[in-house]
Every structure is written in C-alpha cells, then in structure tokens.
C-alpha cells in the first residue's frame, strides 16, 4: 500500500494541495499536512472509526473541518486504486 500521496481539495476560497501520509500498516491513521495562506504548514491527523474517516480533535482553521468528509474521501479513493494496482501485479 501506499505509504505517502497528495491531492488537490477545493478548501475555502481557493486549491490547496493536502498530502497524506499513512502511519500505520493498518490504514486507520494518516498524518496530513497543508500549507495556509502565508505558506506556513498546518499539520494534523486523521483516522478512521466505524468506518468513517475523523479529524483528531485540534485546533484548526474552519476551512479545513469543514471538507472532513471529502479528505476522508481522498483516502478511501486511494487505499482502493492502490489495492487495484497491486492486484494488477499479481
């Protein structure tokens, strides 16, 4: 599976680039991080819990609580395409 991967999310008024890293082999936790306005990194993590994926509870910007649920989406599109290729190379 793949360890680390970026993605383009639409957050508040403008693209940013999210970039995820997983920390376990488990796939219930991934680190991520993005820059805000100044270029000053906000890091923060993420894991899954009955199945849908959380912000872990911090204090951050409302732009980025407020796409929860599509960065959750980014993983699980991810995880998925990751299994598809390793399944090719079998």
């Given at each position: 599976?793949?360890?680390?991967?970026?993605?383009?999310?639409k957050a508040g008024d403008?693209?940013?680039?999210?970039n995820f890293n997983r920390t376990n082999r488990a796939n219930v936790q991934y680190n991520v991080n993005v820059p805000d306005e100044r270029g000053n990194r906000i890091f923060f993590t993420m894991y899954q819990e009955?199945?849908?994926w959380k912000i872990a509870p911090d204090i951050l910007p409302a732009w980025i609580t407020a796409i929860e649920e599509e960065l959750?989406?980014?993983i699980d599109e991810e995880n998925k395409a990751e299994v598809e290729r390793e399944s090719r190379l079998r």
């Open positions: 599976m793949s360890i680390h991967f970026s993605k383009i999310i403008r693209n940013r680039e999210f009955a199945g849908v959750g989406r980014a």
